[in-house]
């Protein structure tokens, strides 16, 4: 049983599109992370949200934490083809996040 | 700088072999973490290192999987008797390790294929 859910598996858009991507969990957590994997390549770290409401921008990048830490969601505005890639969502249980538990990701496709 | 680096990139095995991984983290990162990642699926948590001691090895599947770091620099992941379910992406992150959460920065990851 995955510990983090992400919604949807699989996203395939056109350029100039908005999507969301959602991160969804029974536990509270200490922190949660976002973060993107292109192919034979490792994670690269986007974001990390600990204040439950928290809202972070990075560029059309917005990420929400939900107000109970059990869930936070991924807004991306105008996507381009380079936001093509697996976004992951990782969760950790306690303040140093030392062990993260990862959602399964959310494949996203942006054709031009 | 350099960024953590993993070899080899990908290793093909039969079953039943013995395989060795290794993992080189950023000068300076105290800690070192490895995880297993199976196709479609995200990162799962197998050990993680402080230093030269394995501070928690909750994630290691089972007695085949081991890890050392001696020197608290480069850390090997050993499996034994390697199963065909043992198929995945390896990857290594290190991190500063100081006091509270700090960011992990991942390899490229090993690719292991057991026939």
């Known amino acids: 049983t995955q510990l983090l859910e992400q919604s949807p598996q699989f996203l395939s858009i056109q350029e100039g599109e908005n999507l969301t991507v959602y991160c969804n969990s029974s536990s509270v957590f200490s922190s949660l992370q976002w973060y993107r994997q292109e192919p034979g390549e490792g994670p690269v770290l986007l974001v990390t949200?600990?204040?439950?409401?928290e809202v972070k921008k990075l560029k059309r990048l917005t990420f929400q934490f939900g107000d109970a830490r059990k869930d936070s969601s991924l807004h991306i505005t105008a996507a381009q083809p380079g936001d093509t890639g697996l976004y992951l969502c990782a969760g950790a249980l306690d303040g140093s996040a030392r062990q993260l538990t990862f959602g399964s990701g959310t494949q996203l496709t942006v054709l031009p | 700088g350099a960024g953590v680096s993993q070899t080899p990139s990908n290793k093909v095995t039969e079953k039943g072999k013995y395989v060795e991984l290794r993992c080189d983290p950023i000068?300076?990162?105290?800690?070192l973490y490895w995880y297993r990642q199976s196709l479609g699926q995200g990162p799962e948590f197998l050990i993680y290192f402080q230093g030269t001691g394995a501070a928690d090895d909750s994630g290691l599947p089972n007695d085949r999987f081991f890890a050392v770091r001696p020197e608290g620099s480069v850390s090997t992941l050993k499996i034994q008797r390697t199963e065909r379910g043992d198929s995945a992406v390896y990857l290594c992150a290190s991190s500063l390790g100081g006091r509270g959460a700090d960011t992990q920065y991942f390899g490229p990851g090993t690719r292991l294929t057991v026939l």
């Open positions: 949200v600990v204040t439950g409401g």
């Open positions: 000068s300076g990162h105290t800690a």
